[in-house]
């Protein structure tokens, strides 16, 4: 067979006009097309870093009733056109812990240009007696605002030198009481935690003790009230008295 036979009958080639022609390859990718790509990414991912192409445009504020808007702005200190990828939420949140008034807090980036605060306040349960007004206390102890005046309705905390102790011991008790009981409570007097004393109205008095049984006493205590008397001692809940 002569070499254009040979060449006709090659897997992969045909003849045109009697003459061998090979088939074509498929083309490969453009070798820049990757290195392309990557660097647009990288320009992009840097642009929104670095620049304010996607900055704050705004901070928003959920879930305040007492606490100033502008108070909680100053402690969250996200700075309007910082751009969005550097804001660290965690931080902000962190820095939001640190204002009293605040028990909690979440962060999150509402894109392209907010961010959302959702903050959750402490809540007043009673009060310390100090010069010019009352420190309010919420239910996990902490002495979060001053203000003016006693709110009316919470009980006044009457501290003896073991300041901390004595909160305690006083909030184990009331959060132990019914809700409609503790409404009664003008006063808790922990002088000593281990002996504390409830002061409620129409001026009657509660010896409570120490804080062991508290669900017990609290329990014992209503239908206790229903007896004439001004001093009720549920300091054994076993052997209550009324006197």
């Given at each position: ?114 961010v959302a605060l959702q ?87 509660v010896h409570w003790g ?34």
């Amino acid at each position: 067979m002569s070499p254009a036979g040979r060449a006709a009958n090659r897997p992969g080639a045909r003849s045109t006009r009697g003459r061998p022609v090979r088939a074509a390859r498929p083309r490969q990718p453009r070798r820049w097309i990757l290195p392309l790509g990557l660097a647009v990414i990288t320009v992009v991912v840097l642009a929104l870093y670095f620049t304010p192409l996607l900055g704050v445009r705004s901070v928003r504020v959920d879930g305040l009733t007492a606490t100033p808007q502008q108070a909680v702005l100053e402690a969250a200190a996200v700075e309007l056109g910082q751009p969005m990828m550097r804001v660290d939420t965690d931080d902000v949140r962190g820095r939001l812990g640190e204002l009293p008034e605040i028990a909690s807090a979440q962060v999150r980036l509402e894109w392209p240009s907010t961010v959302a605060l959702q903050v959750t306040e402490r809540h007043a349960v009673a009060y310390l007696a100090e010069p010019g007004g009352a420190r309010l206390v919420d239910e996990a102890g902490v002495a979060f605002r001053s203000a003016p005046k006693p709110p009316p309705g919470l009980p006044e905390l009457r501290l003896g030198a073991d300041r901390p102790a004595g909160v305690r011991a006083a909030l184990d008790a009331l959060t132990a009481l019914p809700p409609e009981l503790r409404g009664q409570v003008q006063a808790v007097s922990a002088q000593q935690p281990q002996d504390l004393s409830l002061v409620l109205t129409a001026n009657r008095q509660v010896h409570w003790g120490d804080d062991e049984q508290a669900a017990r006493k609290a329990a014992i205590l209503p239908p206790l009230l229903g007896q004439p008397g001004r001093v009720y001692d549920v300091t054994s809940p076993a052997l209550p008295t009324v006197a």
